[in-house]
């Protein structure tokens, strides 16, 4: 008996031990989960230091008067917690016997993209003061230069992480661009465009042309800046769709801005009757010109035109030519409706009413018979 009991842990050690050396991508199955358990280990050590020791420094961070270490903290707070699983692959790759040379850069990578998470959070976090220091240059374009400066440490930022890593894996940039002969020359022409919105987009914010919350019309596009970027404007339509337009595009079209005006026009020709006597049309015109001139909606350094100016096909035309004194479009509405309603008051005061299109017909003679055909005889 104690000789099968044997004999079955034998053959079950044997077994295990099979499977554990089976290989897996060349690696034996028990590297793999030794592999895989060393990471898990760093997984629990990273939520460990999480939980303490970060959250110790958390409490201390906030008890004190500047906030400075709370952006501080900010910028190093996820990149430190990913260096345990920077370790935990580290560990990992030696047990999995990965070469020491591809190791390396793997592990090396990781660091150089953690030390440029950090630059970048560093841009994030700041930002305000960033836009605090544009302040200075304008407050009128602070927000926009303040975006586009940003914008492009981030950019510059990103890309530079880039290189540096495939510098780590031995791959010579320029010497690869520059090898690719055509393609060299595809990604130029390519880079000529983004080079010409990048200018764009520094022509706009030089020229303050534009600013973030502007109503604009630039060719066929037309609605409410949202943000000025880099390569690109971003617009809001009236239909509330988002219109992407390139800043090479706005730099060399003209750009209608609605909202740099402080009046609005009102244009409108009303008619009158013409059975409206003379002096009624004088009297007519007077009133309402007196009328927008004591509106208190009506701007009094703008022109202000109010004139009897034509004979029209069904009507006496009076011109009228004016300014709100706000630009805000529900206000100037509201103006205009009180302005229409009063030039309404001034035409019926004086007995004279509004003309519509119409046509009179003056028969010289009715003939004496009248001859009726039948219509239907005439096509059968």
Same mark, same amino acid.
């Given at each position: 008996?104690?000789?099968?009991?044997?004999?079955?842990?034998?053959?079950?050690?044997?077994?295990?031990?099979?499977?554990?050396?089976?290989?897996?991508?060349?690696?034996?199955?028990?590297?793999?989960?030794?592999?895989?358990?060393?990471?898990?280990?760093?997984?629990?050590?990273?939520?460990?230091?999480?939980?303490?020791?970060?959250?110790?420094?958390?409490?201390?961070?906030?008890?004190?008067?500047?906030?400075?270490?709370?952006?501080?903290?900010?910028?190093?707070?996820?990149?430190?917690?990913?260096?345990?699983?920077?370790?935990?692959?580290?560990?990992?790759?030696?047990?999995?016997?990965?070469?020491?040379?591809?190791?390396?850069?793997?592990?090396?990578?990781?660091?150089?993209?953690?030390?440029?998470?950090?630059?970048?959070?560093?841009?994030?976090?700041?930002?305000?003061?960033?836009?605090?220091?544009?302040?200075?240059?304008?407050?009128?374009?602070?927000?926009?230069?303040?975006?586009?400066?940003?914008?492009?440490?981030?950019?510059?930022?990103?890309?530079?992480?880039?290189?540096?890593?495939?510098?780590?894996?031995?791959?010579?940039?320029?010497?690869?661009?520059?090898?690719?002969?055509?393609?060299?020359?595809?990604?130029?022409?390519?880079?000529?465009?983004?080079? @010409? &919105?990048?200018?764009?987009? +520094?022509? *706009?914010?030089? /020229?303050?042309? %534009? #600013? $973030?919350? =502007?109503? !604009?019309?630039?060719?066929?596009?037309?609605?409410?800046?949202?943000?000025?970027?880099?390569?690109?404007?971003?617009?809001?339509?009236?239909?509330?769709?988002?219109?992407?337009?390139?800043?090479?595009?706005?730099?060399?079209?003209?750009?209608?801005?609605?909202?740099?005006?402080?009046?609005?026009?009102?244009?409108?020709?009303?008619?009158?009757?013409?059975?409206?006597?003379?002096?009624?049309?004088?009297?007519?015109?007077?009133?309402?010109?007196?009328?927008?001139?004591?509106?208190?909606?009506?701007?009094?350094?703008?022109?202000?035109?109010?004139?009897?100016?034509?004979?029209?096909?069904?009507?006496?035309?009076?011109?009228?030519?004016?300014?709100?004194?706000? @630009? &805000?479009?529900?206000?100037? +509405?509201? *103006?205009?409706? /009180?302005?229409? %309603? #009063? $030039?309404? =008051?001034? !035409?019926?005061?004086?007995?004279?009413?509004?003309?519509?299109?119409?046509?009179?017909?003056?028969?010289?003679?009715?003939?004496?018979?009248?001859?009726?055909?039948?219509?239907?005889?005439?096509?059968?």
């Amino acid at each position: 008996m104690e000789k099968e009991i044997l004999q079955l842990k034998t053959t079950i050690v044997t077994n295990i031990d099979d499977i554990l050396n089976q290989l897996v991508l060349g690696t034996p199955l028990y590297k793999w989960a030794l592999a895989l358990l060393v990471f898990f280990v760093f997984l629990i050590l990273r939520r460990a230091f999480t939980l303490i020791i970060l959250k110790s420094i958390k409490k201390f961070v906030s008890k004190t008067k500047t906030d400075i270490d709370d952006k501080i903290l900010q910028v190093f707070l996820k990149p430190v917690k990913f260096l345990f699983i920077i370790f935990g692959v580290w560990f990992s790759l030696k047990i999995l016997g990965i070469k020491g040379e591809v190791a390396s850069h793997i592990v090396k990578s990781l660091f150089v993209y953690t030390f440029f998470w950090i630059l970048y959070n560093s841009v994030h976090i700041f930002e305000k003061n960033i836009y605090q220091i544009t302040t200075s240059l304008g407050r009128a374009v602070s927000k926009e230069i303040g975006g586009f400066i940003v914008k492009s440490i981030k950019a510059f930022i990103v890309i530079l992480g880039i290189v540096a890593i495939l510098q780590e894996w031995g791959i010579n940039v320029t010497a690869f661009i520059a090898s690719l002969g055509l393609g060299g020359l595809a990604f130029a022409l390519a880079a000529k465009d983004t080079a @010409a &919105n990048l200018f764009g987009g +520094l022509t *706009i914010i030089a /020229d303050k042309a %534009l #600013k $973030i919350g =502007d109503w !604009v019309k630039i060719g066929s596009v037309e609605g409410i800046v949202e943000d000025i970027g880099i390569r690109t404007t971003k617009i809001r339509s009236f239909e509330k769709s988002l219109l992407t337009v390139p800043n090479s595009y706005i730099a060399n079209n003209p750009i209608e801005n609605f909202s740099r005006r402080d009046v609005r026009r009102i244009k409108m020709n009303i008619g009158i009757t013409y059975d409206t006597p003379k002096e009624k049309v004088v009297a007519i015109v007077k009133d309402i010109r007196q009328m927008l001139i004591e509106h208190p909606g009506i701007s009094k350094n703008h022109t202000l035109l109010v004139y009897f100016t034509e004979f029209g096909d069904s009507a006496l035309n009076i011109f009228i030519y004016t300014f709100t004194n706000t @630009a &805000n479009w529900e206000e100037y +509405l509201k *103006i205009k409706e /009180d302005v229409n %309603l #009063k $030039i309404m =008051d001034i !035409v019926e005061k004086h007995g004279s009413s509004f003309a519509f299109p119409s046509h009179s017909i003056y028969i010289e003679k009715v003939p004496e018979k009248l001859v009726f055909v039948d219509v239907d005889k005439l096509e059968n």
